[in-house]
């Protein structure tokens, strides 16, 4: 019996996820045709991500996905990848993080 194709899990998903979480990043597995492998939570940042080898291409319901969400979603293929998205999330945080404390301050002096 075959595994069905989007429960499939590609060889390099568990250092991938080892590094997430070492580093401190929640980490949910997901599942259905053309969905994306992980949720990664950061920093306050929420981000999908699709697992790929070295050399995969994304097949034709994951470039469909891709397409239709109207959100990131980051293919990474190594710890280096994954570092990339990790330094993504805290720029993105740090962002947030000035616009919360100017809006606070804004509010707080009215």
């Known amino acids: 019996m075959s595994i069905p194709r989007s429960d499939r899990r590609d060889i390099n ?4 996820v080892e590094y997430f979480r070492k580093h401190g990043a929640s980490v949910k597995h997901r599942s259905g045709v053309g969905s994306p ?9 929420n ?9 995969g291409k994304l097949n034709d319901a994951q470039k469909k996905w891709h397409r239709e969400w109207n959100g990131t979603v980051f293919v990474v293929r190594n710890v280096q990848d994954a570092q990339r998205v ?3 999330c805290e720029n993105l ?10 809006a606070k301050k804004h509010l707080s002096s009215g």
């Open 13 to 16: 998903e568990s250092e991938i």
């Open 37 to 45: 492998d992980l949720d990664v939570g950061y920093e306050d940042v």
């Open 47 to 55: 981000v999908l991500i699709e697992i790929k080898s070295k050399d």
């Open 86 to 88: 990790l330094r993504y």
């Open 93 to 102: 945080s740090s962002i947030g993080r000035g616009v919360y404390e100017s």
